[in-house]
């Protein structure tokens, strides 16, 4: 019996000894605290491919873990997707003996959402599939594995199927040199056989570009319609054994603490969009009557906004006539005489001398107003750079119980950064756990990493179950020390930012801004297009957004509505800059961040049908055919007044000749852009 029990203990030993030496991945997403970084052999970090944007790094209520929610464009045929950076030499299979694991979990969302049959996990073929290999889930929820050898084309099928919406681990195993047994399909842990009978397939040609999750090729077309997490791509054939215990129930995550229980139950508000009122900067000026805040009130909803976060810094300064308490009262008063449901809420601006005794008279000055904007019966206060005075303790200490408000403030990070990294945002959340939500004020910086920020943030809060306010900019271009700007290409970086937005699923919008001139960062109208004169010039000669203001209007809708709306009528809008990045500003000055201007003119054209779209501006022109939907165009830039039309069936049906001409002789504009529309 001795004996037999020391066998025993050395089969279990050698049994474990043969997992803890399984071979180690060479590439390994575990997607901790929402990073990319690849824990396998061959280190570095996945980036982002594809479609900007549409990868969401989340906490999976049902997991428990981190997961990359991958989502896809509007028609379904793209979709986000991340790739390896300097891939390209490994795994390629290029040799009879090569050997290749694939293992993974995948939430599949099920074979609706795009007409083809396949589905991307994890490839490296071109666009043209005439090299590489690619893993794929069929419309049916079959597992495919397909090549390319010097015969050409070839594939395989898994027997057996994967349920649609419910996390299952899939794997495949590769040999290219065996006869017998060098593809197999794995469905949680289990082989699950191969359609026909497998007489080897390897060295496939090697097509040399990076590993791609999420789609069939480089182009990032066919995409998964689902989620992934815990990804192993191993450059060996692992045992049954062991991928059966990488199906094993996945590890669990320690941040935050208790995301897996709220996330799924927790209540969200509708999904709304706001505008970030600057109080100190009424369009009408600083003595703007109830009659003037009406005005803009109805031009924010006629866009489809629901309401303004009052931006306010000197509540009660004298010198400030009226006070920023008095035109906050009269915005409020407004939207009540207006009665059309207009929101409200105090974004309190502490950048500013504001402290916590105002910040208390702004919550007790208007929490019972009817159009005090509301989540379960609480009252919903936001700031900007509340940390200055520790607004989260100093709120939840003062304001309990049936006082209780609904804090949404925009913190910053420690140290401060406006485009915080992943660990900073993880920062603030880890000393602001106590609060109902969080709002990102990105403003100053590209479309792109705007949207790489907001992302962060969303991942963590939303992941958390709070409820997450994302911003939307249209352009920034500060002033005096503050002299920089950061190149939107026309609406084509706002528009980054409502997809973004409208693809990360968050709660809110909030536009950023409504009415700051001194950033440029406004989409109010203050006079037709052709105006350039406002507050007696005090922040220079001012130029029309009215551009960035009316397309925004169909990504509103998008956002709220939570569905593309249909083109029913043929729309342009046209932004530009009326001068060249190389003429200096008025006071002989360049912005920073001028080298990374774009000297063009740039148009969204909205389509029901098929058209051509043309630019014509001096000895300058462009011809764009466009099928119907939403297209972002540019044309090279030149001196003269730019003209626009669409045409269709040989019969011009739009034309538009712009308010405001390009001159190379002097930059009143001040590198601020000028937008309109074909109306």
């Not at 199927?161 to 593809?183: D, F, P, Y």
């Amino acid at each position: 019996m001795k004996l037999k029990l020391i066998h025993l203990a050395l089969a279990v030993l050698c049994a474990a000894a043969l997992r803890s030496h399984a071979a180690e991945p060479v590439y390994q997403l575990r997607f901790d605290a929402g990073e990319l970084k690849n824990t396998g052999s061959a280190g570095g970090e996945a980036q982002q491919a594809g479609i900007l944007s549409l990868v969401d790094v989340v906490i999976d209520a049902d997991l428990g873990i981190y997961a990359a929610n991958l989502k896809m464009s509007a028609n379904g045929s793209q979709g986000g997707a991340l790739a390896f950076p300097e891939s390209g030499s490994r795994l390629q299979l290029g040799g009879l003996s090569d050997e290749l694991t694939l293992a993974m979990w995948v939430k599949w969302r099920g074979p609706h959402a795009h007409a083809d049959k396949r589905h991307g996990l994890v490839s490296t073929m071109p666009a043209k599939k005439d090299a590489g290999w690619a893993f794929s889930i069929l419309e049916d929820g079959r597992l495919q594995f397909n090549w390319v050898n010097e015969k050409g084309g070839s594939f395989r099928t898994s027997s057996a199927s994967l349920a649609e919406n419910q996390w299952t681990h899939v794997a495949i195993r590769w040999q290219g040199g065996e006869k017998s047994g060098g593809l197999e399909f794995f469905i949680n842990g289990e082989p699950v056989g191969v359609n026909e009978k497998w007489t080897g397939g390897g060295p496939i040609k090697k097509s040399g570009l990076n590993l791609i999750l999420g789609v069939m090729d480089e182009a990032a077309y066919l995409p998964l319609n689902g989620s992934l997490a815990e990804v192993n791509i191993f450059g060996s054939a692992l045992s049954d054994e062991n991928i059966r215990a990488l199906a094993q129930a996945p590890r669990q995550s320690a941040l935050p603490q208790e995301p897996a229980r709220n996330v799924a139950k927790a209540v969200r508000p509708p999904r709304m969009v706001f505008a970030h009122y600057m109080v100190a900067l009424p369009t009408a000026g600083g003595d703007a009557s109830v009659e003037d805040y009406k005005r803009e009130i109805q031009q924010a909803q006629a866009l489809g906004i629901d309401g303004f976060a009052l931006n306010s810094g000197g509540w009660t300064i004298e010198k400030k006539i009226p006070s920023y308490k008095e035109r906050t009262r009269r915005i409020y008063e407004a939207a009540k005489q207006l009665g059309t449901g207009f929101k409200l809420f105090i974004s309190a601006d502490f950048a500013t001398k504001l402290n916590f005794p105002e910040f208390t008279d702004m919550v007790l000055s208007f929490r019972d107003h009817p159009n005090q904007l509301k989540v379960d019966g609480k009252a919903v206060i936001s700031s900007y750079k509340g940390e200055n005075i520790d607004l989260t303790r100093n709120a939840r200490t003062a304001f309990t119980d049936e006082n209780a408000i609904f804090l949404i403030p925009f913190l910053r990070s420690n140290p401060q950064a406006e485009l915080p990294s992943q660990e900073l945002v993880e920062g603030v959340f880890r000393a602001n756990q106590d609060l109902d939500g969080f709002f990102d004020f990105g403003a100053a910086g590209s479309p792109q990493d705007l949207c790489a920020a907001t992302k962060r943030m969303a991942g963590v809060w939303m992941g958390a179950g709070k409820v997450f306010m994302a911003p939307v900019t249209p352009y920034y271009r500060g002033r005096g020390k503050n002299f920089r700007m950061f190149e939107s290409r026309g609406f084509e970086g706002m528009a980054m930012q409502w997809e973004n937005a409208i693809n990360l699923g968050v709660d809110w919008v909030e536009i950023v801004t409504w009415n700051d001139w001194a950033e440029s960062s406004y989409i109010a109208q203050f006079g037709t297009p052709a105006d350039t004169q406002f507050w007696d010039d005090h922040y220079g000669k001012m130029l029309s957004h009215r551009g960035f203001a009316e397309a925004s209007k169909h990504y509103i809708k998008w956002f709220k509505d939570a569905k593309q709306p249909a083109i029913t009528e043929d729309r342009f809008f046209y932004f530009y800059r009326v001068h060249p990045k190389t003429t200096p500003a008025p006071d002989g000055r360049f912005p920073r961040g001028v080298e990374n201007a774009e000297d063009r003119i740039y148009a969204t054209v909205f389509l029901k049908a098929p058209a051509v779209f043309t630019i014509e501006c001096g000895d300058v022109s462009a011809r764009f055919p466009l099928e119907a939907g939403v297209h972002h165009v540019s044309s090279e830039f030149a001196q003269g007044t730019p003209r626009f039309q669409v045409i269709r069936d040989d019969q011009v049906v739009l034309a538009k000749t712009a308010e405001m001409p390009i001159s190379g002789d002097s930059a009143w504009g001040n590198f601020n852009y000028f937008s309109s529309s074909n109306l």
